[in-house]
């Protein structure tokens, strides 16, 4: 619910159990007054101190009233080189070259729904939602500056964008443009950050704000493997259950910047957005510039309420979801089995075996393709390699799907190889700075996906693959970072959009497929989830979130990625033993659990497992479409720090406590252990809980002291308790 006081230009905005608010003040300087849990309102800007301090210089309309300073005042979106040394959100150069921006209120505008952004993914819905736009002014530069606050009360999210256009009738150079400012009126937070590498992504890291900035970016071109772009602050004692605390998404797939500033006065500053470097944006007069959209969501008792907030908006009001209401197919995928080395032959037995254990769909991953027996060779030339698959899809696809299986594919297609006829024909269409050594990354170039002419051909090649068989599933795969960064189509002037332009440049041919077939599913990747971020998920209702498959990696990095994402997003499969990337062999069950925490398939020959494996499997399967529901739907509850504990558990109820599914994975085994018991969360205290079919347990009982854990007799051993209120 959005309130206004018109006469104090007060503008408040309550979600479900929190409040946040601006004002405009006297000067027309917009001051963020609060943001926290729900309280009923007024004018909160009477929290705001004033007092002269030191080197915080005052504006000219302040007179000789020292105390009035944009440096010391909390700002809801910063201005830069005018008073407020702190991180500035916005920066531009007119003609004259200053780089001064002064944003003061000038007006505002009241909808109902949802705002969308062109070109941007973004948060959708109807009615359920308000939007406030604010519009800022610097005068003298001719540059208006509106901030949209969209907000969905029942999921405590607050959506922000902003746009900026040049009202002048000379070009400005936009050289920085943030997404989100957030000040905070208090010191004592924790930066929470999730972060890692190529195989080891989203690890958690929490540490103490300390004087300064503290930050994360990429400057890779993609949201990156090595830091997301969603963030948490918090008062320093937050945990799962209780604590303020607040989450900071960006929905955008490029290079960002979160950066958290604790400032002179012990207060906080959040910041977050496109990165800065290397964009430059040169808005001609009249001409509109659009940030991606931010998310928030404030939880007043602690890190589960948040994650399940934004889970719920991803699920209902950001992913594009064909499946909704209905089961997506548990599928196979050949990589980890064959890598570049089948034919048809091969793929149809790996999906001969898996069609009888309940598996639904085959994916026919990387080397399908062109002269494709490596990764050397072959992007860009998506047409069907016969040698391989003799016939093409037309032959392949019926075989498949006489087994009762549908049929998925993959592709790369920001890449080009230089052994292919593509760079052949067109060497000019991959990004390279002339005159320079160019810079391979897996052995291949990134084509320039902000030339439209270049989008069109491959999207043209594509759109023909796509058309040609019964495709219901693409994995839209992206395996390097961007390096020399230059478009042969820009002006020198212009070479700092590019970062930007190659990201909508991804979107549009996404938004095209999307359009096309709307009946494929679209599973994002990048090298495993070195794009696992909210603008993908727009687009690709589920990304693979990691290219290590092993079990108990795989804990850590599924529960980092807990953090903001539902388990519907979250790509996760079984893979063989040992395992590819750590040699570690764990048993068919606990891979079974662990990818139930995901989207759940399975990425191995099954022609190589024993009977009794195969019963496993098909155990599995079963009990996954039977749960379906709660297991993607349902509350998500962290109930250990599978880096702190001895063991990884979680567990998915459905709201009301109705039914919950518990999972825990021990780690390795040792004598002695001591007696454990898991206390669960997110049920019904009043209700008596069937345990797996046995046993009556109360649900206040299963809260309050916890079910007494069975001792485990190995290493990574698995337990899954499904809990039904009689
Ligand atoms: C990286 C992906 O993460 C893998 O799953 C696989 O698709 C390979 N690329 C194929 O090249």
């Given at each position: 619910?959005?309130?206004?006081?018109?006469?104090?230009?007060?503008?408040?905005?309550?979600?479900?159990?929190?409040?946040?608010?601006?004002?405009?003040?006297?000067?027309?300087?917009?001051?963020?007054?609060?943001?926290?849990?729900?309280?009923?309102?007024?004018?909160?800007?009477?929290?705001?101190?004033?007092?002269?301090?030191?080197?915080?210089?005052?504006?000219?309309?302040?007179?000789?009233?020292?105390?009035?300073?944009?440096?010391?005042?909390?700002?809801?979106?910063?201005?830069?080189?005018?008073?407020?040394?702190?991180?500035?959100?916005?920066?531009?150069?007119?003609?004259?070259?200053?780089?001064?921006?002064?944003?003061?209120?000038?007006?505002?505008?009241?909808?109902?729904?949802?705002?969308?952004?062109?070109?941007?993914?973004?948060?959708?819905?109807?009615?359920?939602?308000?939007?406030?736009?604010?519009?800022?002014?610097?005068?003298?530069?001719?540059?208006?500056?509106?901030?949209?606050?969209?907000?969905?009360?029942?999921?405590?999210?607050?959506?922000?964008?902003?746009?900026?256009?040049?009202?002048?009738?000379?070009?400005?150079?936009?050289?920085?443009?943030?997404?989100?400012?957030?000040?905070?009126?208090?010191?004592?937070?924790?930066?929470?950050?999730?972060?890692?590498?190529?195989?080891?992504?989203?690890?958690?890291?929490?540490?103490?704000?300390?004087?300064?900035?503290?930050?994360?970016?990429?400057?890779?071109?993609?949201?990156?493997?090595?830091?997301?772009?969603?963030?948490?602050?918090?008062?320093?004692?937050?945990?799962e259950d209780c604590?303020?605390?607040?989450?900071?998404?960006?929905?955008?797939?490029?290079?960002?910047?979160?950066?958290?500033?604790?400032?002179?006065?012990?207060?906080?500053?959040?910041?977050?957005?496109?990165?800065?470097?290397?964009?430059?944006?040169?808005?001609?007069?009249?001409?509109?510039?659009?940030?991606?959209?931010?998310?928030?969501?404030?939880?007043?008792?602690?890190?589960?309420?948040?994650?399940?907030?934004?889970?719920?908006?991803?699920?209902?009001?950001?992913?594009?979801?064909?499946?909704?209401?209905?089961?997506?197919?548990?599928?196979?995928?050949?990589?980890?089995?064959?890598?570049?080395?089948?034919?048809?032959?091969?793929?149809?037995?790996?999906?001969?075996?898996?069609?009888?254990?309940?598996?639904?769909?085959?994916?026919?991953?990387?080397?399908?393709?062109?002269?494709?027996?490596?990764?050397?060779?072959?992007?860009?030339?998506?047409?069907?390699?016969?040698?391989?698959?003799?016939?093409?899809?037309?032959?392949?696809?019926?075989?498949?799907?006489?087994?009762?299986?549908?049929?998925?594919?993959?592709?790369?297609?920001?890449?080009?190889?230089?052994?292919?006829?593509?760079?052949?024909?067109?060497?000019?269409?991959?990004?390279?700075?002339?005159?320079?050594?160019?810079?391979?990354?897996?052995?291949?170039?990134?084509?320039?996906?902000?030339?439209?002419?270049?989008?069109?051909?491959?999207?043209?090649?594509?759109?023909?693959?796509?058309?040609?068989?019964?495709?219901?599933?693409?994995?839209?795969?992206?395996?390097?970072?961007?390096?020399?960064?230059?478009?042969?189509?820009?002006?020198?002037?212009?070479?700092?959009?590019?970062?930007?332009?190659?990201?909508?440049?991804?979107?549009?041919?996404?938004?095209?497929?999307?359009?096309?077939?709307?009946?494929?599913?679209?599973?994002?990747?990048?090298?495993?989830?070195?794009?696992?971020?909210?603008?993908?998920?727009?687009?690709?209702?589920?990304?693979?979130?990691?290219?290590?498959?092993?079990?108990?990696?795989?804990?850590?990095?599924?529960?980092?990625?807990?953090?903001?994402?539902?388990?519907?997003?979250?790509?996760?499969?079984?893979?063989?033993?040992?395992?590819?990337?750590?040699?570690?062999?764990?048993?068919?069950?606990?891979?079974?659990?662990?990818?139930?925490?995901?989207?759940?398939?399975?990425?191995?020959?099954?022609?190589?497992?024993?009977?009794?494996?195969?019963?496993?499997?098909?155990?599995?399967?079963?009990?996954?479409?039977?749960?379906?529901?709660?297991?993607?739907?349902?509350?998500?509850y962290?109930l250990s720090?599978?880096?702190?504990a001895p063991y990884?558990a979680w567990e998915?109820a459905?709201?009301?406590g109705?039914?919950a599914?518990v999972?825990l994975?021990?780690?390795?085994?040792?004598?002695?252990?001591p007696f454990r018991t898991l206390r669960l969360k997110g049920l019904n205290p009043d209700a008596l809980y069937r345990v797996n079919?046995g046993e009556l347990w109360r649900g206040d009982v299963l809260m309050a002291a916890g079910f007494p854990l069975p001792m485990?007799?190995?290493?990574?051993?698995?337990l899954?308790l499904?809990l039904?209120a009689?």
């Amino acid at each position: 619910m959005i309130v206004l006081d018109q006469e104090n230009k007060v503008f408040t905005l309550h979600t479900r159990n929190a409040t946040y608010q601006m004002k405009a003040d006297r000067s027309r300087v917009l001051l963020h007054t609060y943001y926290g849990p729900r309280i009923g309102g007024g004018d909160l800007s009477r929290l705001i101190q004033y007092a002269d301090r030191g080197f915080s210089p005052n504006p000219s309309e302040a007179g000789s009233n020292r105390t009035y300073s944009l440096d010391t005042l909390p700002q809801e979106y910063s201005s830069c080189g005018v008073g407020d040394f702190r991180l500035p959100s916005i920066e531009f150069e007119p003609a004259d070259g200053s780089r001064l921006a002064d944003l003061r209120y000038a007006g505002y505008e009241l909808k109902k729904g949802k705002y969308g952004l062109p070109g941007l993914p973004a948060f959708f819905g109807g009615d359920e939602w308000e939007t406030l736009v604010i519009h800022l002014m610097d005068s003298t530069c001719k540059t208006s500056v509106k901030l949209f606050y969209g907000v969905l009360e029942e999921c405590d999210l607050i959506t922000r964008a902003v746009q900026v256009v040049n009202e002048g009738s000379r070009p400005v150079q936009l050289r920085r443009c943030a997404s989100l400012c957030l000040d905070f009126q208090r010191g004592d937070m924790d930066f929470i950050t999730f972060d890692g590498c190529h195989a080891q992504e989203r690890g958690l890291n929490r540490s103490p704000l300390r004087p300064g900035v503290q930050s994360v970016e990429s400057v890779r071109g993609t949201s990156s493997h090595h830091h997301n772009p969603f963030v948490i602050l918090c008062e320093s004692g937050a945990n799962e259950d209780c604590g303020t605390c607040y989450g900071a998404m960006l929905v955008y797939s490029g290079n960002f910047l979160a950066a958290a500033e604790r400032t002179q006065l012990e207060n906080n500053r959040l910041l977050l957005g496109i990165n800065p470097y290397h964009f430059c944006y040169t808005l001609a007069p009249g001409q509109t510039f659009t940030a991606p959209e931010a998310a928030l969501v404030c939880s007043p008792s602690g890190f589960g309420q948040m994650s399940r907030q934004f889970h719920r908006a991803i699920r209902e009001h950001l992913i594009h979801d064909l499946y909704e209401g209905k089961r997506r197919p548990v599928l196979i995928n050949n990589w980890e089995a064959t890598e570049f080395h089948f034919d048809a032959a091969k793929l149809v037995s790996i999906a001969a075996a898996a069609a009888p254990l309940g598996i639904e769909l085959f994916v026919m991953d990387d080397g399908w393709f062109g002269v494709r027996d490596s990764d050397s060779s072959g992007l860009g030339d998506w047409s069907v390699n016969e040698r391989k698959l003799p016939g093409g899809l037309e032959a392949l696809v019926p075989k498949i799907q006489e087994l009762g299986m549908s049929f998925g594919i993959w592709i790369e297609p920001e890449m080009v190889s230089e052994d292919s006829d593509l760079y052949r024909a067109r060497p000019d269409w991959a990004l390279r700075a002339p005159g320079r050594p160019f810079t391979r990354g897996r052995s291949q170039l990134v084509l320039d996906f902000s030339r439209k002419e270049v989008r069109d051909y491959v999207y043209g090649a594509i759109k023909q693959v796509l058309g040609s068989a019964g495709i219901t599933y693409v994995k839209w795969d992206m395996n390097r970072s961007l390096t020399d960064v230059w478009s042969a189509s820009l002006a020198s002037s212009r070479q700092g959009e590019l970062f930007h332009r190659f990201v909508l440049g991804v979107y549009d041919i996404l938004d095209r497929m999307r359009r096309d077939f709307p009946h494929i599913l679209i599973e994002g990747c990048c090298g495993g989830g070195g794009r696992f971020d909210a603008g993908m998920l727009y687009y690709t209702p589920q990304i693979w979130c990691s290219d290590n498959t092993d079990a108990i990696d795989r804990l850590r990095i599924q529960y980092g990625t807990s953090f903001a994402y539902p388990v519907c997003a979250m790509g996760s499969h079984v893979s063989a033993v040992p395992n590819q990337q750590t040699g570690r062999s764990v048993s068919m069950e606990t891979r079974g659990v662990v990818a139930m925490a995901g989207t759940f398939g399975y990425e191995m020959d099954l022609n190589h497992t024993t009977e009794e494996e195969r019963e496993t499997i098909r155990r599995q399967t079963a009990f996954f479409k039977e749960h379906y529901d709660l297991i993607q739907r349902g509350d998500y509850y962290r109930l250990s720090d599978p880096c702190a504990a001895p063991y990884a558990a979680w567990e998915q109820a459905a709201p009301g406590g109705g039914e919950a599914l518990v999972s825990l994975v021990y780690g390795s085994n040792h004598a002695a252990a001591p007696f454990r018991t898991l206390r669960l969360k997110g049920l019904n205290p009043d209700a008596l809980y069937r345990v797996n079919g046995g046993e009556l347990w109360r649900g206040d009982v299963l809260m309050a002291a916890g079910f007494p854990l069975p001792m485990p007799t190995g290493d990574y051993q698995s337990l899954q308790l499904y809990l039904k209120a009689e």
